[in-house]
T-cell receptor, first 113, second 111 residues
Framework: SAVISQKPSRDICQRGTSLTIQCQVD?????MFWYRQQPGQSLTLIAT?????????ESGFVIDKFPISRPNLTFSTLTVSNMSPEDSSIYLC??????????FGQGTRLTVV | SQELEQSPQSLIVQEGKNLTINCTSS?????LYWYKQKYGEGLIFLMM?????EEKSHEKITAKLDEKKQQSSLHITASQPSHAGIYLC???????????FGQGTELSVKP
């Protein structure tokens, strides 16, 4: 199994600012995934981050709002830019899938005021 | 696109009782994942099922995938307050490892 460390675990941010969330995995992985969970909702995929290439974004998510970095095979960051209260959510990174076990970080609980 | 429907949406049981949560897919499942989530926290991996008719157990939790690979159930035997939380099923959409999720089932266990 993979151990995923995500930080910060929670933050309260002012609207208009940006927050960068970090995700560190204890083993090398090809793909990392970033999800959003809005209050009372299930998880929605934001983007897939591959090392050495640009992230692939799902419909409704754009790079300007959610820039992602993937500098190596064990680390990724997601930035939530120009935040508004609607961005208040739990953000989670994940590895695995494709017929293997898929693991998640402990999540970043973001509140925008 | 594939959709997952979970039922029930919420469940309150008395400690010691058994319960079942269902997850139905609109398409054939390539991989079905079960997770538990405590409020405001990350997802704890429970089990992954791939083969039709497959059944896995861990402690008092058993998950099954039907032969047609379109429905899964999660069964908890002799529930305890520690089982309380949100249970999510996720499906591998066979497009690069990303998962789609059901809407979750919120379980409360009364002592």
């Amino acid at each position: 199994s993979a151990v995923i460390s995500q930080k910060p675990s929670r933050d309260i941010c002012q609207r208009g600012t940006s927050l960068t969330i970090q995700c560190q995995v204890d083993s090398q992985v090809t793909m990392m995934f970033w999800y959003r969970q809005q209050p009372g909702q299930s998880l929605t995929l934001i983007a897939t981050a591959n090392q050495g290439s640009e992230a692939t974004y799902e419909s409704g998510f754009v790079i300007d709002k959610f820039p992602i970095s993937r500098p190596n095979l064990t680390f990724s960051t997601l930035t939530v830019s120009n935040m508004s209260p609607e961005d208040s959510s739990i953000y989670l990174c994940s590895v695995g899938g494709l017929s293997t076990e898929a693991f998640f970080g402990q999540g970043t609980r973001l509140t925008v005021v | 696109s594939q959709e997952l429907e979970q039922s029930p949406q919420s469940l309150i049981v008395q400690e010691g009782k058994n319960l079942t949560i269902n997850c139905t897919s609109s398409k054939t499942l390539y991989g079905l994942y079960w997770y538990k989530q405590k409020y405001g926290e990350g997802l704890i991996f429970l089990m992954m099922l791939q083969k039709g008719g497959e059944e896995k157990s861990h402690e008092k939790i058993t998950a099954k995938l039907d032969e047609k690979k379109q429905q899964s159930s999660l069964h908890i035997t002799a529930s305890q307050p520690s089982h309380a939380g949100i249970y999510l099923c996720g499906a591998d959409d066979n497009q690069g490892g990303k998962l789609i999720f059901g809407q979750g089932t919120e379980l409360s266990v009364k002592p």
